[in-house]
């Protein structure tokens, strides 16, 4: 168990937890995505609320949210470890910045808090009040459900809460753009062959996917009035 543990602690293991917690994160983005674009079928919230209620009482899917709180923890945390060593190995910054790295790189640190402070809104908007009964209840198909729908539409129906999403998003944008292909390389996916398709498709991802998250509040904010 020592070898595991030396090798979790160790600058390079830290790394190598940022990549695989930071690729379980992105996958999670995919699947919420998912769920979330049926805000979009006009159904009244209908399919919406139906997968709320499934996505919040299903024993497995409760046991993965525990394990995504857990690596949203690691990823912050390790995160916090890592800027603390390289800044006490390099207490003077570069007087020149390296011209590979992007703005996205150099931001990293940044770019997280931003994400982290929307997670903080987004959870206590969404997340406690499900957990809490602080939702109200719906009957669809003679089944009750809590109406999650509502308050999507209690929240998006107002514009700071829309601009709040539009430009959190733009940060998620940007910390994908070189965290995707980061993780892999520190993975040692980094292949002359099959690293440009890496590159292309994290930027791909890192544009879309928090265009789709964006393009929720601002289609309900607009559909709504
Ligand atoms: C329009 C955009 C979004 C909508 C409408 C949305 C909606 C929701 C809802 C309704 C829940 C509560 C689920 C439940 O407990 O039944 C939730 C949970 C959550 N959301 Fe979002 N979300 C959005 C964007 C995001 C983004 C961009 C992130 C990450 C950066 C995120 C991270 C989370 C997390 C971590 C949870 C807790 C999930 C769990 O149980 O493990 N969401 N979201």
Redesign the pocket.
Known sequence: MNWLLNALTSTIGRKILMALTGIF?IL??VV??A??LQ?LKGDGGVSFNLY??F??HNPL??T???A??AL?LTHIVVSLVLTQRNRKARPVQYAFVDNSSTWSSRNMGILGTI?LL??VF??QA??FP??TGRLSEVTIDGVIV?N?YE??VAA?TQWWIVLL?VV??VG?GFHLWHGFQSAFRTLGIDHPKYFPFIKWFGKAFSILI?LG?????VYMFVTHQ
């Open positions: 994160l999670f983005l919420h995505l769920g979330n805000l709320s209620e996505m919040g899917i409760q993965i949210s525990i995504n709180f949203i994400i929307f997670l987004h959870l969404f997340y499900a957990k809590e999650m308050a999507t998006f999403y959190s998003m998620l928090p998250f964006a393009i929720i509040p």
